[in-house]
C-alpha cells in the first residue's frame, strides 16, 4: 500500500463522536472549576478560624475571673482610639462584653453613655464585642456590626470588635453584657452579668475612683 493509499483509507471520526468528545472536554473543565471553588472556600474557612480575617470565633461561656485578683490585659482598637488595659494610667476601668444582637445590651447604652459622659476624664469606661454572631444573630460578627450598633443606638462611649474573641475568652461570664469593674491598682472590684440598674453602676464607679470598697456583685444578688 502506498502513500496515497493509506491516506484514503484514514478514518475520520464522525460528528457524533466529536460532539461526545467536546462534552468530555467541557465536563472536565466544569469540573476542574468546582475543584478550584471548593478550596476556595475551604482557604477561607480555614484564615476565618485563624482570626486572620474580621471575623469571630467561639467563645467559652465562662472566663475564670474572680474579684480581688489581678485583672487580665487586654487591647482593644475601639471607636475612640486604641486601648490598652496596661496603660490605664492609674483610673479605674469599667469594661462591657456585649454582643450587638443583645436587647439587654442595647438596653445598657443609654446608662454607659450617661456614665461616660460624667466621669471619662476620672474612669475609662470601654466596650468590647464578645459574641461570635453579628446583629442578625447568624452571620459571624464583624466590624460593620459594631458600627451599625453605635449607630443605631447611640454608643457615646468607646466599643470595639473583637476577632479573636480575646476579651470573652478572659471575661465572659455566661451572658451579656458581662460588665467588670476594674481598679486603679489592675485588680477586679466588681463582676456582673446581665442589665443592672444605672444608679448600681454610678455607686461602684464613684466608689472605684474614689479609692472606696466596692460591692464585688454591683448589688446584684447570685443566683
Not at 32 to 57: E, K, M, W, Y
Not at 122 to 140: E, W
Amino acid at each position: 500500500m502506498n502513500r496515497s493509499e493509506r491516506r484514503q483509507t484514514t478514518v475520520r471520526p464522525s460528528r457524533a463522536q466529536l460532539e461526545t468528545q467536546a462534552r468530555m472536554r467541557r465536563t472536565i473543565v466544569y469540573a476542574s472549576l468546582v475543584a478550584l471553588a471548593v478550596i476556595a472556600i475551604a482557604a477561607v474557612i480555614f484564615v476565618n478560624r485563624n482570626g486572620s480575617v474580621q471575623t469571630a470565633s467561639n467563645a467559652p461561656e465562662f472566663a475564670k475571673i474572680a474579684v480581688g485578683q489581678a485583672a487580665p490585659a487586654f487591647q482593644a482598637a475601639t471607636t475612640n482610639g486604641p486601648f490598652d488595659s496596661s496603660k490605664a494610667a492609674g483610673k479605674p476601668t469599667m469594661l462591657e462584653a456585649f454582643a450587638t444582637w443583645c436587647p439587654h445590651c442595647q438596653r445598657e447604652v443609654p446608662v454607659l453613655n450617661s456614665l461616660y459622659s460624667k466621669y471619662k476624664s476620672k474612669a475609662n469606661i470601654v466596650g468590647v464585642s464578645s459574641s461570635p454572631y453579628g446583629m442578625d444573630q447568624q452571620t459571624p460578627e464583624s466590624q460593620a456590626d459594631v458600627v451599625g450598633f453605635m449607630q443605631k443606638f447611640g454608643v457615646s462611649y468607646p466599643i470595639a470588635f473583637d476577632p479573636n474573641l480575646d476579651v470573652a475568652k478572659k471575661y465572659l461570664q455566661g451572658g451579656y453584657p458581662t460588665i467588670v469593674l476594674i481598679g486603679r491598682n489592675g485588680k477586679i472590684l466588681a463582676i456582673g452579668s446581665g442589665e443592672i440598674p444605672a444608679a448600681d453602676l454610678q455607686k461602684a464607679l464613684q466608689a472605684a475612683i474614689a479609692g472606696q470598697p466596692v460591692n464585688p456583685t454591683f448589688g446584684l444578688k447570685k443566683s
